[in-house]
């Protein structure tokens, strides 16, 4: 039997696929407190996580919330780090705490049949930590020596500075860490924190996997009695920097630049976000994106460019991020604004937008791949005041989004001089 | 329990069908059977170069990702020093544009001269990215260097030179390719909502036809027993003193393997293991401090790494995990403690078995390794490890003789 190779087999396009988010189920313990769960999967294991609103926007000092995150498994009155580490690895679970700029988390990761007797020690974090000094005292010192090994990283370096000419050093997006500022923390501060914004704070829940029969009843057990206090959301005000381009000698031995171009640009809920998400793909967004077949396959500059819309609440900003080398950042960064240029100055043709579409609705197709998966996107959008709305709008907006409206976002949003250009090096 | 069926081209392309009907997605993975041990001392790095210019084009197909992108579909691959894998997820009714994309690719490349020489350039970017540029970047060049003197591993996959990789030639390209990408030594796996009479027509269509090529004969140079303690001590433009420690350890099917992985699990994974205990909680000599292993399939290493705080000296620290040692080889471990590292597996297994890409890709590994079937009967073999398996194998292991330790030292700052 002879095939023609030549010739491709028939597809489906994946832009006419029906995609569906699957429903969770959402429910308040007594206290109020929302949970959201998604029953499913073939393996016996579940996901928990408890989100607080005590991210870095409601801290008074530099570290406060992060710190107060971190040391949440250091110790209770009852119980030393370790034998809170060893209880949760000894039952082969990971129990973890992110800081973000709105909330914070513990995430428990464990098999489902050890719910019961993981969550009483969730509970008791919650309401009763103690945060030993001993534990702050050498937490301190390993986050300053990290930052220090952090800080001959260029890409760390511009990855801190972009945010702050974004936003300003002042807002919780664009301020970053100082070694002395973990100096100035004291356990006192972090008690405080910890008491208005863990104990008596407020937070929902999100859950996954194969839940046991029982996990309504065991997660208002433990977790339906706390205070859920109501949190005000902070409003901090932006304060973008005024000069525009930058370039910093960080290491005078360097052998690669790393080089960060961003605007502004409004967040999830303007009408030009979901459209300017497709516009970004074809723009530096995936493998087969402008940036990545003019900077990388063709030109050999980089291992890899990406833009991307930035993931925030109350704003948004559009990043192009790379690593390259020393001598080619400036023709990188003029690559960069004559891939913008052409973005403004000519149609995206059919066959490249009908590509970027069914990219776009396989990658969807694929990230809703299993309970996890599924009760993150929920995730993103409840904390963002989304419904499942949002994710058809999505699907409505890759389907039917034309090469016009791409060209006048361009115009609108690709303009080399509204963008913040940094090269670390 | 993974259920697969398994069935052989006449060519000789092993193939593997897991059908998982909970899935709209469906992965082929082909991994095959050649790394950066198998590379020409004069040539390293060769094997990681070759992947990338897997994706510059095959003999009917100009453009690889494109069509797979329009097909809603993603891939990727890596190459460690044992193996090459490639993969890709695109909605299960596409399923063939992978047989399409993956079989034309095993059939011939390409080879342009344009490629090769953007790729060359993007792999010189990738070396200085990951190991140049970056502090304590070139610990895993030295530490191969010093602790391995005849085998392969001696040279991490990205190479051990970057003029490797600017000097190789689309002949080298060529011969690398016929060697290694045939049909004899790959194992192709399909995963999702599939039958595997259908998979075994497509498989046939599109593979089947390919010349089997020769299968190829692994003879690497063995590593002679280590007989006495090495050290290497380096200075550097870093902030902080870091310490690593390595021993020889036997190979991913050698008896033993397993206990090793317990034994590295309760000395250094985890905020409760004992040396994050000990080390950086109560003495406070390290900021962190971590001991694994690479499940390599030849012996390898068991490492011990961490970065010290400032002010207090390698050899202190030094000595001090020598103590650890020395305590576990005097009190062995306990029930509890090996308990927990069974338990911790139980639940990795679990949580990386959620996901149909790395079912596929560990069926791929485990049928290289000589059966798929292990992917079953691999906790099996977890759960039997006694306390004093354990033992044995840190008496053997935990020897001076078989120890590289690299003092990696921060450079003071220039006034």
Redesign the interface.
């Known amino acids: 039997m002879s095939i023609d190779r030549k010739q491709a087999p028939s597809i489906v396009d994946a832009v006419d696929f029906d995609l569906l988010l699957p429903k969770v189920e959402s429910f308040t313990l007594r206290n109020g407190v929302p949970v959201y769960a998604f029953n499913g999967g073939a393996e016996e294991v579940m996901s928990i996580e408890w989100v607080f609103w005590s991210g870095n926007s409601y801290e008074t000092a530099n570290l406060e919330a992060a710190t107060a995150n971190f040391l949440l498994r250091n110790g209770t009155s009852n119980k030393t780090a370790f034998q809170i580490n060893d209880f949760f690895e000894y039952h082969g679970a990971f129990l973890q705490r992110s800081c973000f700029n709105e909330t914070a988390t513990i995430s428990l990761h464990g098999l489902s049949k050890h719910l019961d007797v993981l969550l009483p020690l969730v509970r008791e974090l919650i309401v009763d930590s103690v945060m030993p000094a001993d534990e702050l005292s050498t937490y301190v010192q390993n986050m300053k020596q990290r930052l220090s090994v952090s800080l001959k990283k260029c890409d760390f370096v511009a990855g801190r500075l972009i945010d702050a000419y974004l936003f300003g050093e002042d807002h919780p997006y664009g301020k970053y860490t100082k070694a002395p500022d973990f100096d100035c923390l004291s356990r006192e501060q972090l008690l405080s924190f910890y008491d208005r914004y863990y104990r008596n704070g407020e937070f929902m829940l999100f859950v996954a996997g194969k839940l046991p029969a029982n996990f309504r009843e065991a997660l208002d057990q433990y977790f339906g009695d706390l205070p859920n206090g109501k949190v005000d959301r902070p409003v901090h005000a932006f304060q973008p920097a005024a000069q525009k381009k930058y370039r910093i000698e960080n290491d005078p031995n360097g052998v690669q630049g790393a080089i960060r171009l961003a605007r502004a640009f409004p967040s999830r809920t303007h009408p030009d976000f979901q459209p300017s998400m497709i516009l970004n793909t074809v723009f530096g967004g995936f493998f087969g994106s402008r940036l990545m077949s003019n900077i990388r396959e063709d030109k050999g500059y980089t291992y890899g460019i990406h833009s991307y819309l930035m993931n925030l609440m109350q704003s948004s900003g559009w990043m192009v991020s790379t690593e390259a080398g020393k001598d080619v950042c400036e023709a990188t960064i003029q690559e960069v604004y004559k891939e913008m240029r052409i973005l403004r100055e000519e149609l995206i043709d059919d066959e490249e937008l009908s590509l970027v579409k069914n990219y776009l609705m396989g990658s969807l197709l694929g990230d809703l791949d299993g309970p996890f998966q599924i009760i993150g996107r929920w995730k993103n959008l409840i904390l963002n005041g989304c419904t499942d709305e949002y994710f058809y709008n999505t699907i409505r907006t890759i389907k039917s989004v034309t090469p016009e409206q791409l060209r006048e976002l361009a115009q609108q949003y690709l303009q080399e001089e509204d963008f913040y250009e940094l090269v670390v090096v | 329990m993974i259920q697969f069926d398994r069935f052989q081209l006449a060519n000789g392309l092993r193939v593997i069908v897991h059908p998982d009907h909970?899935?709209?997605?469906a992965v082929l993975n082909v991994m095959y059977d050649v790394g950066a041990r198998d590379e020409d001392p004069e040539r390293t790095g060769f094997a990681h170069l070759f992947e990338h210019l897997m994706f510059g084009g095959s003999?009917?197909?100009p453009e690889y990702?494109?069509?797979l992108?329009?097909?809603?579909?993603?891939n990727n691959a890596y190459t460690t020093n044992d193996l090459t894998n490639y993969y890709i997820?695109?909605?299960a009714?596409?399923l063939?544009?992978a047989?399409?994309l993956e079989?034309?690719r095993m059939?011939s490349l390409a080879f342009s001269e344009k490629s090769l020489?953007?790729?060359?350039?993007?792999?010189?970017?990738?070396f200085?990215?990951h190991y140049?540029?970056?502090?304590?970047g070139d610990v895993w060049h030295k530490m191969r260097t010093l602790a391995f003197k005849s085998h392969p591993y001696r040279w991490m996959t990205i190479g051990k030179d970057l003029k490797h990789i600017e000097e190789a030639t689309l002949n080298d390209v060529k011969a690398f390719f016929k060697k290694h990408y045939c049909p004899a030594n790959a194992v192709l796996v399909v995963a999702g909502p599939v039958k595997t009479e259908d998979v075994r027509v497509m498989a046939e269509?599109?593979f089947?036809?390919i010349p089997s090529g020769d299968k190829y004969d692994r003879r690497l140079p063995q590593e002679p027993a280590q007989t006495e303690t090495r050290r290497l001590v380096v200075e550097a433009?870093?902030?902080?003193d870091a310490l690593y420690m390595c021993w020889h350890m036997p190979a991913r099917m050698e008896p033993g393997y397993q206990a090793v992985d317990m034994l590295t699990d309760i000395l250094g994974s985890?905020?409760?293991s004992r040396l994050h205990?000990s080390l950086?909680?109560e003495q406070?000599l390290f900021?962190?401090v971590e001991c694994y292993h690479f499940g390599s399939t030849d012996r390898g290493l068991l490492t011990i790494e961490g970065?010290l705080?400032?002010g207090v000296t390698l050899e202190a620290a030094e000595s001090a995990v020598q103590k650890e040692i020395d305590q576990l080889l005097t009190n062995g471990v306990t029930e509890?403690e090996l308990?927990?590292a069974k338990?911790?597996?139980?639940?990795?297994i679990?949580?990386e078995?959620?996901?149909?890409m790395n079912r596929a890709t560990s069926l791929a590994h485990y049928e290289l390794l000589g059966d798929a079937d292990m992917m079953n009967t691999e906790f099996a073999r977890y759960a039997a490890v006694t306390i004093k398996d354990v033992l044995v194998q840190a008496e053997q292991i935990f020897r001076m003789e078989n120890l590289n330790v690299m003092y990696y030292r921060s450079k003071p700052e220039a006034v």
């Open positions: 909970t899935t709209p997605n003999v009917n197909i990702d494109e069509p992108q329009r097909a809603g579909g993603e997820q695109l909605p009714v596409n063939e544009t047989f399409w079989s034309d059939l020489d953007v790729q060359r350039k993007v792999v010189c970017e990738e200085k990215e140049i540029n970056k502090p304590y269509k599109w089947g036809d433009d870093v902030p902080l985890g905020a409760s205990q950086v909680k406070k900021s962190n970065k705080v400032t509890d308990q927990k338990n911790k597996t139980e639940s990795m679990a949580f078995d959620m996901s149909v």
